[in-house]
């Protein structure tokens, strides 16, 4: 990073888990991690370096309550604590020992503790060993009331001896995972029910950067379904940044579909079209595949067949990562990520506003290729892409 150097009062140190699995990729997943961290803090003045297997973020102090909200919501993060940057030399850890554990005791953490040993620098004269038994017994001589507690402490004191000493406590969890844009793009299908943003969430979690599309049909679906899945997609970016919304007229499409199909065909040729739309759109933004919230058997449109027919308009792999999820354990994450009240609201995407009383369960792929091609709907589509809109949300 080019320009003055950013002088800093706290130190973040993060830990990651899976990325140290890359071996040889290791350092351009590190990297993805590093702009994953700088994309959720734009704004805000960072000294972001690495050493092994560790990530550390310099900060000025009133920025330390954003940027750890931010490394909560951060992909590729398996935990993150403040810590403290000493010189290696006994002295300075005991004195930065006293410190936190002081602030431990006021923080009414408990007085059982243990002190954590792990030299990356093996030419540190003391082993790991001996290093936790000095810092145990200052500690222990400074404060009365702590005991060493190995097995059941209330606390631990965790020193690595690197470059330089670090010292620091308990850690906060993350999210594990990958980071964000380390696994290519995708174009999520985002209806504004439950089920698609926790899709993209998850496929967020494995690295993939998204653009979502949303289809809107006035006067058919109001404006309070399209606000919807603007604030969905405002919570997606909470995880992925970098995360756009395409809003498109489809009410042309429908008027096509209404006209020409069969009245039990009318809910999977929308989907198809939708799917053919997903992949014009991927053609023109760079995504390498399809995002969707199916998951097997919960409706008419999700049956074995159905995929199978909507999965044949698009030539790009297709993900559905809820494909073998129920209902509860998808609404569960719908919680888990601050989604399922928005998605909630009571206004209905044009799929469950034009769902025939009798939908196709079991339809045979080959008459319902035919049924696509007799909509005669390219053209369509192609005006609709022209015309999307490219939501800042």
Request: a neutral charge.
């Amino acid at each position: 990073m080019s320009g003055p150097r950013l002088e800093t009062d706290g130190l973040f140190l993060i830990k990651y888990g899976e990325i140290a699995l890359k071996k040889r990729n290791r350092g351009t997943f590190v990297k993805s991690l590093k702009e994953s961290i700088r994309a959720h803090l734009p704004d805000v003045p960072l000294a972001v370096h690495e050493t092994f297997h560790r990530v550390f973020v310099g900060f000025r102090t009133k920025d330390k309550e954003r940027i750890a909200e931010a490394l909560g919501h951060t992909f590729g993060v398996v935990s993150f604590c403040e810590a403290v940057r000493v010189p290696r030399e006994m002295p300075a850890l005991e004195e930065a020992a006293i410190g936190l554990a002081e602030r431990f005791l006021a923080e009414g953490r408990g007085a059982r503790f243990k002190a954590e040993v792990r030299r990356a620098d093996k030419s540190f004269p003391l082993t790991s060993y001996e290093i936790a038994c000095r810092i145990g017994d200052v500690l222990s001589s400074r404060f009365p009331e702590l005991i060493v507690d190995v097995h059941n402490p209330d606390w631990i004191l965790s020193i690595e001896i690197r470059e330089r000493a670090y010292l620091y406590g308990p850690q906060s969890p993350g999210l594990y995972g990958l980071p964000v844009g380390s696994s290519g793009k995708g174009v999520l299908l985002l209806s504004g029910g439950i089920d698609s943003p926790v899709a993209g969430w998850m496929m967020a979690k494995r690295g993939m950067a998204l653009e979502a599309v949303y289809f809107h049909s006035p006067p058919f679906t109001s404006q309070g379904a399209r606000e919807k899945v603007e604030s969905l997609t405002r919570i997606l970016r909470r995880y992925a940044p970098g995360t756009v919304l395409h809003v498109v007229n489809f009410t042309p499409v429908l008027a096509r579909i209404k006209e020409k199909a069969k009245d039990e065909e009318v809910t999977l040729l929308l989907r198809a079209c939708m799917m053919r739309f997903a992949t014009l759109l991927a053609a023109r933004r760079g995504g390498e595949c399809l995002v969707t919230g199916e998951s097997l058997g919960q409706v008419a449109s999700q049956t074995v067949e159905s995929i199978h027919f909507t999965g044949t308009l698009s030539e790009l792999p297709v993900f559905r990562p809820l494909i073998g999820m129920n209902k509860e354990e998808i609404i569960a994450v719908a919680h888990k990520i601050e989604t399922f009240e928005t998605s909630n609201l009571p206004y209905d995407d044009c799929c469950v506003l034009f769902s025939p009383a009798h939908p196709l369960i079991h339809p045979e792929v080959n008459r319902m290729k035919s049924a696509y091609n007799c909509l005669s709907v390219e053209s369509l589509l192609v005006e609709a892409l022209e015309k999307s809109e490219l939501v800042s949300v």
